[in-house]
């Protein structure tokens, strides 16, 4: 049931992007069996998902395979003097494993073998499509938004004392070393999210079962309903809104980014040397390729995901999830891409999500109704603070500040307060899980 939802929504997607002459993911998830894939390390992470349902040999026999392939592939293209100017010289191989893995569960597997070698494959494929079909909702959003509200933004940040302009500046400072080390942290958090479900998902093939939650099920989730808050609240960013979107970074990168805009529907070149002045806001037009995807920030919900999820692993996991959080603030903030209110709504959102989830696993009490109930709201009235109170937040920055610093506080608290109660204190004495779904 579930495979056939997820088919139904990525060909709803595709008939989407086609309706707005864009390639849907399912045309641009083809393209790359032959095409350099726009993200290699996204495709191997997806294979290294699906090798949790192997054993070790098979491991070692799908990673060779995959290798091989690329090494064909490489060869090919030098031979016909074929450059690789967009995307990543591997990945292919990946991908042509993945599919293969998927029909040889449908041919050689039996009963709960082919069960859970399709699983396996599933969830590799759900991360790879899953950023396919993310990138498509992002143009779809560019087409069919074309006013954002990014002055609503700009004036409710200055609640929190503008702290893009401030990273910013910053980032700015630190020259080409300390963008392109926060452009890698930024670019790479699916891998990051692997390592940490990968740890969690280790002794899946020696117990024949997946367990019930897992950070695969809340990026999935986070992924899905995010996009929807962008056609509601669409959103280009500081860099977008308030600079030229690609000049500043041009001068010290050593790889300029790919962004899309070319600053002339700016509303002012002011990103980062001076915050926008309070006054009354109002929607904007932008051009028809610049994601409206602000609020929430999904890279700050991803990486509390990630930080959530890493606090049962050993200590060098904890450390890890704590600075991916810490660099993924720094780079949405320090590039432009987000406004601090942002980031306040991502937290809150996952925490939401992942509240939700863990109630859904363990059944809906009176507290776990109560969490999710509670950040539901939460973020609803941040959601309706920054459209209709943004220049009272800006002239009361004293009061709206802490306010909304205490609105995320609280739900952090009691998040942490209501699955500390839920969960025992020893890990290892919990009761065995029933066999659980994939999702």
């Not at 008939?15 to 495709?43: I, N």
Request: proline share 8%; charged share 10%.
């Amino acid at each position: 049931m579930g495979a056939v939802v997820a088919l139904g929504f990525f060909v709803a997607m595709e008939c989407a992007a086609h309706h707005y002459g864009l390639p849907g993911p399912l045309t641009t998830q083809a393209r790359e069996f032959v095409c350099p894939p726009k993200s290699g390390p996204l495709l191997y992470a997806g294979l290294a998902l699906m090798t949790v349902v192997l054993t070790w040999r098979q491991r070692f026999l799908a990673f060779g395979a995959a290798i091989g392939i690329d090494l064909a592939f490489a060869v090919v293209r030098w031979v016909c003097d074929i450059e690789v100017t967009h995307g990543h010289p591997f990945g292919n191989g990946a991908l042509w494993v993945l599919v293969g893995c998927a029909v040889i569960a449908l041919t050689r597997r039996t009963g709960p073998e082919r069960v859970l070698l399709l699983k396996g494959v599933g969830l590799g494929m759900l991360l790879v499509a899953g950023r396919k079909t993310g990138d498509t909702w992002l143009l779809i959003t560019a087409k069919s938004r074309p006013q954002v509200l990014d002055p609503y933004l700009a004036n409710a940040d200055h609640a929190l004392g503008n702290p893009s302009w401030l990273m910013g500046r910053l980032v700015t400072a630190t020259g080409a070393v300390g963008f392109n080390f926060l452009d890698t942290i930024y670019g790479q958090l699916a891998v990051a999210a692997v390592v940490v479900a990968l740890y969690q998902l280790r002794h899946v093939a020696a117990q024949r079962r997946f367990p019930r939650h897992h950070l695969v099920r809340t990026f999935l989730l986070i992924g899905l309903l995010g996009p929807a808050i962008y056609m509601i609240f669409p959103v280009v960013g500081p860099v977008f809104a308030y600079g030229t979107g690609t000049d500043h970074w041009a001068s010290i990168a050593l790889w300029s980014p790919q962004i899309p805009s070319d600053g002339r529907w700016a509303v002012a070149n002011l990103w980062p040397q001076t915050p926008p002045p309070i006054s009354a806001p109002h929607s904007i037009p932008f051009d028809g390729v610049t994601p409206r995807n602000c609020m929430p920030s999904l890279h700050t919900a991803w990486a509390t995901a990630i930080l959530i999820h890493s606090r049962t692993g050993p200590r060098f996991l904890r450390y890890a999830g704590t600075f991916w959080l810490i660099a993924t603030l720094c780079a949405t903030l320090g590039f432009g891409y987000h406004y601090g209110v942002d980031l306040v709504a991502g937290v809150v959102f996952t925490l939401t999500i992942e509240a939700g989830l863990r109630a859904y696993d363990r059944g809906w009490d009176r507290s776990a109704l109560r969490l999710t109930a509670y950040g539901a709201a939460v973020f609803l009235a941040l959601l309706l603070s920054y459209r209709f109170l943004p220049v009272r937040m800006a002239e009361y920055p004293w009061l709206a500040g802490p306010l909304l610093l205490l609105a995320l506080a609280s739900v952090i608290y009691g998040y942490t307060r209501t699955v500390a109660r839920w969960e025992p204190a020893n890990p290892s004495a919990r009761a065995p899980q029933p066999q659980p779904e994939l999702l």
